[in-house]
């Protein structure tokens, strides 16, 4: 079976850091684009950051640069979001999701090019 299982999430007071992971099983990641979505309370899902196959292109939305960085490893199959400066607004169920459509990193990230979605992980940034 196929799947991405995103974790890291958990409840962080603003200015504070996580690092979530997306861990990909029953199939390698490293042919995949990655991105990062997130999907606030009773708003709909929007993308955060993106990743290509190697590594070499990330893109993110303006709401978060400086403040995310995206990796990847494709020994460990898997993708990372490191939030640094944490803000109320970023309190979100956070996504990731898979595609192999040509430039899908490009921007704007759209999110009907992406597929396999995790369950997601929550993130809530309060004090």
């Known amino acids: 079976q196929s799947q991405l299982v995103e974790s890291g999430g958990g409840l962080v007071q603003p200015g504070g850091s996580l690092r979530l992971s997306c861990a990909a099983s029953g199939f390698s990641l490293d042919t995949y684009y990655v991105a990062w979505f997130r999907q606030a309370p009773g708003k709909g899902r929007k993308a955060v950051s993106c990743?290509?196959?190697?590594?070499?292109?990330?893109n993110y939305v303006d709401s978060v640069k400086g403040r995310f960085t995206i990796s990847r490893d494709n020994a460990k199959n898997a993708v990372y979001l490191q939030m640094n400066s944490l803000k109320p607004e970023d309190t979100a169920v956070y996504y990731c999701?898979?595609?192999?459509?040509?430039?899908?990193?490009?921007?704007?990230?759209?999110?009907?090019?992406?597929?396999?979605w995790g369950q997601g992980t929550q993130v809530t940034v309060s004090s």
């Open positions: 990743i290509d196959e190697s590594g070499d292109l990330t």
């Open positions: 999701a898979q595609s192999q459509v040509i430039n899908a990193c490009n921007m704007p990230i759209e999110g009907l090019f992406f597929g396999n």
